[in-house]
């Protein structure tokens, strides 16, 4: 088939979510967020949302069953929608499962899977209380919803990040896709099982996010799933803001460091352009930082600022370079 | 792969959501309805369940480009879930698509999509607040989630059915199958664009589930989504009860008649076997069935009654006879 100009390759998920966002205008009051944001809110009370998340994960796009198991799985797909809710601000409470699977699967492989839900089900208090299983062909596919709440004066978003406002972030960038390419890599998985755990078993920054929350000091705020060089533009977008990044100021593990040379590769190939670490990036007014800072029970880092929409996003080196970076995981792409 | 006794294809979709209730026990006494039924119930305020739902469907399992198109596809994917609310007596409020899709697809293809599922969204004062895309290298997947709502004394579900009460069913029975038997066969689609339309574009029964949840006199109720058939028994076996259906008493049309004996097949490959009617299966005690029928201002038939657990399920001829019965869609067979 010929490449023509009107083909989801051409355009990339985020001109594909602005226009399904014009395709399914909001049309209730109630509506708080719509289509673009890590999960929707609706009103329920006058000082409640409801939120409402719902991510696909299909196999030999987002897991590899050579490199996962199925209670790992299980885990991942669940913390993915967690992660979400987090996100917001808000408090996971129910899930919906949906599973589709190859008829030649063995039942312990499905009862694995459902165990690793159950196991972060269990941590987060979170029910699982229905969904749908059927049988496909070949590629499992597996798509799961979560039903959580949010204070109505404590929900975050996409949107908010203002101009001056601090970029921060929780935890360290770039373990996950490290984990992904140790893996795919000759290199001894024994040696660097932690990267590799936070591949294949991300845990959700619920905690972290809450505290976040209630500080009442942030803006705006998502959650990383397709890496800074990608999400930055989500923020950037629905914010309409700009950004610079310090790269010298991105918190990296020293074992990210070792692994990166290990694989010859940059550290930002990781842990700007790489995917799938879930940690949180958030933005706060700079008069706000410093009480946040010494209240703030969790590592987060300052990793740039946010600027006029006009300035566009930008990642300066430790020389004041402007750096033209490669970009995070793009669907469709 | 040897087939083992501890394959999926070994224990079908009835015993999988069995034991997969199993895994994952209520955890939480808000909730009302776990996994099992049409949709999940939940108290959100002493005289409001919320309920959930979320369904799939998949290229070359549940729809075939060949026979709808990218409108049509969006128009069911919603419908089948706005059904599930429905078969609960509840009102759907809002929706979440999920649609993985290969790269090469065009643009209008997806708007079509969302057309279509607007179109529906509409009719029904639903709104689309969100979702996820993502590639895919092959199929087309569809997820969708629907949140709704019901007064917690309209709830109906698949437990509740009780020995004595009688069997009824909304509209006729088998058109849809039938229509995709015309599609798949050399007869004039034109002639059976009825039926072809029960396939492609089939109609939630929502204001005739809404009628019979107020009406306080059904005591279980579900959607026919996979045949008579099977979804008997899930009625049954949610309300641990078995059931007599009077063949004859089954709703069939003239022109499904008609297209049965065209493609030489008996009537009630359709009406009983085949699925996707989406008509509305619910129970009533005889004493309030004079005063529902009466009052009831949509076509509903009787087709059986409630028997004890012990009697099972059987389908009885006009001469008396029980008849063993194909079984209907069943997913893992």
Known sequence: MNKTSNKLSDIGELELVDRISNWVPPSNDKIVLGVGDDAAAFRVSADKLALLTSDMLIENIHFDLKYTGAYQLGYKSLAVNLSDIAAMGGI???????IALPSNIGLDFVEDFYKGINALAGEYSVSIIGGDTCSTPDRIMISITVWGGVEA????????????????????????SAG????????????????????????????????????KA????????????????RICKQSQVGADIQLSKLPVSDMLRHVAGQLNRPVYDFAVAGGEDYELLFTIPPDKLAD?????????????????PEH???????KGNNVSFLKGYEHFG
Chains 1, 2 share one sequence.
């Open 92 to 98: 996971p409470v129910y899930a919906l499962i949906n």
């Open 153 to 176: 004066d404590l929900l975050l978003s996409r949107k908010g990040a203002q101009v001056g406002d601090i970029l921060l972030v929780t935890g360290v960038l770039g373990e996950s």
């Open 312 to 318: 566009g996003i930008a990642f300066i080196d430790s």
């Open 180 to 215: 992904l390419a140790i893996l795919l890599s000759d290199l001894d998985r024994l040696l660097y099982a932690a990267l590799i755990n936070r591949h294949i078993m991300p845990a959700p920054r619920y905690h972290e996010a809450r505290l976040i929350a209630k500080s």
């Open 218 to 233: 942030a803006t705006s705020m998502m959650d990383l799933s397709d890496g800074l060089a990608s999400d930055i533009k």
């Open 292 to 308: 946040f800072k010494s209240k703030c029970a969790t590592p987060v880092s300052v990793i740039g600022s946010i600027k006029p």
